[in-house]
């Protein structure tokens, strides 16, 4: 990604335009990024508390059956957030993996080839779950493949 920067002084807050020919996963946690958007707690309910969760204790973000699960090490939470939310607070070692699922690619184990064109990743707490074909590009970008 190219960046250019342009002192102002007359500007009293930083001010950034993004353009680009696609939205990308690149250019969503660029977006992120730069808006400050990153949390250093989330939000999520265990029965009926509300526990603060630190985003690098989190493996896994899932829709599944209409309810946002976040899972941890060794339990799961469900939150009242949306996908593309949750996206813009984790930073920028979660990514968009499919239309229904987000991964702290800090916490993978390994990944490996699946059928039909998806590659299966398997985290260190042994979810796992598949990079869709939509996605592989970003994946194999930040991989540096």
Do not use: C, W
């Not at 102002?8 to 400050?36: C, F, M, N, W």
């Not at 493996?59 to 799961?76: D, G, P």
């Not at 469900?78 to 991964?103: D, H, P, T, W």
Request: zero cysteines; proline letters at 4%; charged letters at 30%.
């Amino acid at each position: 990604m190219k960046v250019e920067i342009k002192l102002q002084p007359d500007l009293k807050s930083p001010y950034a335009v993004i353009y680009t020919g696609e939205l990308t996963t690149e250019v969503h946690r660029a977006a992120a990024v730069l808006a400050e958007e990153r949390a250093d707690l989330v939000p999520a309910e265990e029965n009926d508390k509300i526990v603060m969760l630190h985003p690098e204790e989190i493996y896994l973000v899932r829709v599944e059956n209409e309810k946002t699960i976040i899972y941890t090490a060794k339990k799961q939470y469900q939150s009242n957030r949306r996908l593309y939310e949750l996206e813009g607070m984790l930073g920028r070692n979660f990514m968009r993996i499919s239309k229904s699922a987000i991964m702290n690619l800090q916490l993978l184990d390994y990944a490996a080839p699946g059928l039909g064109g998806v590659m299966v990743l398997v985290l260190k707490n042994g979810l796992r779950d598949y990079v869709s074909r939509k996605y592989l590009p970003d994946f194999k970008r930040y991989l540096g493949l």
